[in-house]
């Protein structure tokens, strides 16, 4: 039986071959971060992630939010780019995204957002565009094709005759009619038109090939939430 601490063929040993870490290859068609970091750009607390691949390896920085620069003695300022760990352990010290039922410092139990709906607080009037707009590409994301359609088809707010892109039917939809397709009912339902109004400047959330096709319409089946 072999040692694992014995050399192995190429230079190294067994037990440091099997604890070495695999790195996920890194698609660039559909790039994903990590927690917490992927939370801190979508509540917008990092208002810019920047990766850069070069020959001499990889480098990973980010721009803090008037947000998070605002944290007291967090040293950051919003033009500066930061390693992401600085950036992290500020978001600490300031509480930022606490987890789940824990409670802020004003003793206030926090809820997590819903991944496939924007609700009330995300179209809050000190919500910066920014912000709104983090989360809705992270709703779409989230929600997936069909039912982003499917929410504006069951409630007839797309009556075209011909195929349609969604970013094409975006940039044309009224505030309101955007509001249908990023929110969940129950959600939509306990928004003003002032906040649904918030999304009239937003650019189309979802990357990505995704159509209003109207050719087989009538075969195809509702599109719910998933």
């Known amino acids: 039986m072999a040692d694992a601490n014995q050399p192995t063929r190429n230079g190294g040993n067994a037990s440091g071959a099997q604890g070495r870490k695999t790195l996920n290859a890194f698609d660039p068609k559909a790039p994903a971060i990590v927690q917490p970091y992927q939370r801190l750009v979508n509540e917008g607390w990092i208002s810019e992630l920047v990766v850069k691949f070069t020959p001499m390896g990889v480098n990973v ?6 947000r998070l620069a605002a944290v007291p003695d ?3 300022n919003t033009t500066d780019p930061y390693p992401l760990a600085i ?3 500020v978001a600490e010290l300031g509480n930022c995204i606490p987890k789940p039922g824990k409670a802020k410092k004003s003793g206030a ?5 819903p991944a496939k709906s924007l609700v009330k607080s995300d179209l809050a009037a000190e919500k910066s565009a920014a912000s709104i707009q983090a989360r809705a590409n992270s709703v779409a994301a989230a929600t997936g094709g ?3 359609v499917g929410r504006v088809r069951s409630a007839g707010k797309f009556v075209g005759t011909e195929s349609t892109s969604y970013q ?3 940039d044309a939809a009224p505030a309101a009619d955007r509001a249908l397709s990023l929110c969940q009912g129950r959600h939509l339902t306990t928004l003003t038109d002032e906040e649904m ?3 009239g400047g937003l650019q189309c959330p979802f990357r990505g090939t995704l159509e209003f096709t109207v050719a087989g319409e009538e075969g195809e089946e509702a599109e719910g939430d998933a």
Do not use: D, E, I
């Open 74 to 76: 967090s040293g950051l």
């Open 87 to 89: 950036l992290a352990r």
């Open 146 to 148: 069909a039912p982003l």
């Open 168 to 170: 094409a039917w975006w």
């Open 109 to 113: 139990v926090v809820q997590a957002l």
């Open 61 to 66: 920085a980010g721009k803090a939010s008037t």
């Open 197 to 199: 109004a918030r999304l």
